[in-house]
């Protein structure tokens, strides 16, 4: 075991869990300000590195050893906060690019990528972590570490990876100055070959986007 792990597992739980809650809550605000689209001149920016620094906060559970719950089963929190309207938002103000090509499970072989949304992706997340933030907020740390640490290794930890890799990826073509594959006709129920991801012909140059999303390419 590294002494990174070491660390992660040796440490107070409070404050292990103080840390994680306040990376969640500073993930949380940041997307919903970033989905009222009041400046969308910085939103990808700010997206890739609200993603980055959530990621951090999963990797420290992913290394944390298992997390027990207090009681065998899960509290009810009450009802979910509805996500539909920040993931309608987020689609509007990453519309260029919202969709993108993901392999679900890279260790799985011969599987073709599918397709997938940012937006999509952001608001399944911002899900997972409020669910747990209900069980921080009335008290009950464990069940909070435990219902993130889990969701982390089934759902919002692949799901936040698939997305920063796109943003990283829009990103670096912009700073790059290289073309993106035209991705207007590619849909997220559409079905995929087995072979290969295709999309429509044309290409769009990505300095096209970069205005309005907040990046800039090379000069």
């Known amino acids: 075991m ?14 292990f869990a103080v840390q994680i809650a306040d990376q969640i809550e500073s ?9 009222k689209g009041d400046e969308p001149d910085s939103a990808v920016p700010f997206l890739l590195l609200e993603v980055s620094q959530l990621l951090l906060a999963g990797g420290r559970l992913g290394a944390h050893e298992d997390i027990v719950p207090d009681e065998r089963y899960e509290p009810d929190p009450g009802p979910e906060q509805d996500v539909d309207i920040l993931r309608e938002n987020l689609a509007r103000l990453l519309e260029p690019i919202d969709v993108y090509s993901e392999v679900f499970d890279p260790y799985e072989p011969r599987r073709a990528p599918v397709p997938a949304r940012i937006s999509d992706d952001l608001a ?3 899900a997972d972590l409020r669910h747990g933030m209900v069980h921080y907020r009335a008290g009950r740390t464990t069940e909070a570490l435990w219902w993130w640490q889990f969701s982390y290794f089934s759902n919002w930890g692949g799901t936040a990876s698939a997305a920063l890799r796109a943003l990283q990826s829009l990103v670096a073509h912009v700073r790059l100055n290289q073309p993106l594959a035209e991705l207007d006709g590619l849909d997220t129920d559409q079905g995929m070959g087995d072979e290969t991801l295709e999309f429509e012909a044309g290409q769009v140059m ?13 000069s």
């Open 27 to 35: 993930f949380l605000v940041a997307v919903t300000e970033v989905a």
């Open 206 to 218: 990505a300095q096209e986007i970069a205005g309005p999303l907040g990046l800039h390419g090379a």
């Open 124 to 126: 399944d997340v911002v």
């Open 2 to 15: 590294s002494d990174a792990t070491l660390h992660a597992t040796s440490q107070n739980p409070d404050d």
